[in-house]
């Protein structure tokens, strides 16, 4: 299996993207660009850590924060040669969010959790980073959009993780079925208009 810190690293580079694309979205300063991605980029992981009692994993080795400001100095020189940021930022999104989905996975997993809980933290660690960012940048959060595939996609790909075994023993079979899983369907909510259905208040009856 692929060590969680290894998908927690690239979760970070690609999540601190897309923290600077909407830090530069709000027109902040380099600092509050270097803010923003770091947010984004530890908060998930941070919050699944302190839950299952386990080190924080950017504060025994703090390259994942040095990570997240390079790839915020990077936004901030080049976003304006972007044609659109917002689709930028939605690939780029889905693509952190697989790999971090993976990522609170396998932590959970090689801390022998359950099922349930294994599910939980794949969810957490994918969607919590991305929340944390469009909160403070005081946009719509992607995890809410009207019925679009964000939260149904972090848990579809973790359960084909937990499924995966039942079929085969390779060991990077499970998180490989998770990142997989969790980008085909928010990408396809993206490209193709996959939607939950949304509840419509229906008019009173006399």
């Given at each position: 299996m692929i060590a969680p810190l290894t998908l927690d690293l690239?979760?970070?580079?690609?999540?601190?993207?897309?923290?600077?694309?909407?830090?530069s979205r709000a027109q902040?300063?380099?600092?509050?660009?270097?803010f923003v991605a770091c947010l984004t980029a530890v908060g998930g992981g941070t919050l699944r850590d302190l839950i299952l009692d386990a080190p924080?994993?950017?504060?025994?080795?703090p390259a994942p924060l040095a990570i997240a400001c390079g790839a915020a100095l990077v936004v901030f020189l080049t976003a304006h040669l972007l044609e659109s940021r917002y689709k930028t930022l939605l690939w780029l999104d889905a693509g952190a969010l697989s790999i971090?989905?993976?990522?609170?996975?396998?932590?959970a997993t090689n801390l022998g959790h359950s099922a349930p809980i294994v599910l939980v933290m794949g969810v957490v660690t994918g969607t919590f980073g991305g929340l944390m960012r469009d909160v403070v940048c005081n946009e719509v959060p992607l995890v809410l959009k009207q019925g679009e595939l964000y939260v149904t996609a972090a848990a579809a790909g973790a359960g084909a993780a937990l499924l995966t075994p039942l079929i085969t023993d390779i060991a990077v079979a499970p998180l490989a079925a998770c990142i997989a899983t969790t980008f085909l369907l928010r990408t396809g909510s993206i490209a193709f208009g996959w939607r939950l259905p949304v509840y419509k208040p229906r008019p009173r009856r006399i």
């Open positions: 690239a979760a970070v580079a690609v999540f601190a993207l897309t923290g600077a694309l909407v830090a902040l300063d380099i600092i509050g660009f270097f924080v994993f950017w504060m025994a080795n971090a989905v993976a990522a609170g996975v396998g932590a």
